[in-house]
């Protein structure tokens, strides 16, 4: 499926990649609402860049690396100097090192993009001032839930981070 893959942008992915992570993301929630350990990331390390704040998004990816078996790694802007003193190239370098994958949550989609460039771990966008990837993976799943598997013709519009909504 995705792994070793980015994720920066749900355009990236192939109508085949959006069913395997949509029924891969309803077989963890049937598992996980009946109390059926499913430890996919055991042992598995994800730093999670955090230029702009989101309370959902920090509990939602720090519980979902818990719940999948492995360790979710809080980094503010404080604490990095991503950018401002050490370039973005030598940030990557680093935290892939040490690190399974990089969540980062930002403003310019251009620091993801340089980012992912540079790492040697997979990077996922957890929002920037052009995409949200995983909410409009998230919302595509409730509307699947609902409406059924078939989503052929659906339109989906993204309508900003200042709403943030799909």
């Given at each position: 499926m995705l792994k070793g893959k980015d994720l920066l942008s749900i355009h990236e992915l192939s109508r085949d990649e959006v069913e395997e992570i949509l029924s891969l993301a309803q077989e963890l929630k049937e598992k996980q609402k009946a109390g059926i350990p499913h430890r996919l990331l055991e042992g598995k390390s994800l730093g999670m860049?955090?230029?702009?704040?989101?309370?959902?998004?920090?509990?939602?990816?720090?519980?979902?690396?818990?719940?999948?078996?492995?360790?979710?790694?809080?980094?503010s802007s404080r604490d990095l100097q991503l950018g401002r003193g050490?370039?973005?190239?030598?940030?990557?370098?680093?935290?892939?090192?040490?690190?399974?994958?990089?969540?980062?949550?930002?403003?310019?989609?251009?620091?993801?993009?340089?980012?992912?460039?540079?790492?040697?771990?997979?990077?996922?966008?957890?929002?920037?001032?052009?995409?949200?990837?995983?909410?409009?993976?998230?919302?595509l799943l409730t509307i699947r839930e609902y409406k059924g598997k078939n989503l052929t013709g659906l339109k989906m519009a993204y309508v900003g981070d200042g709403n943030n909504m799909t």
């Open positions: 860049i955090f230029e702009k704040s989101s309370t959902r998004t920090r509990v939602s990816f720090e519980v979902g690396m818990y719940q999948l078996g492995g360790q979710a790694l809080f980094l050490e370039p973005i190239k030598d940030t990557a370098r680093v935290l892939s090192r040490y690190l399974d994958g990089i969540m980062i949550r930002t403003y310019g989609h251009e620091r993801i993009e340089e980012l992912a460039e540079w790492a040697d771990v997979p990077v996922i966008n957890a929002l920037s001032d052009l995409l949200h990837p995983c909410q409009a993976l998230t919302d």
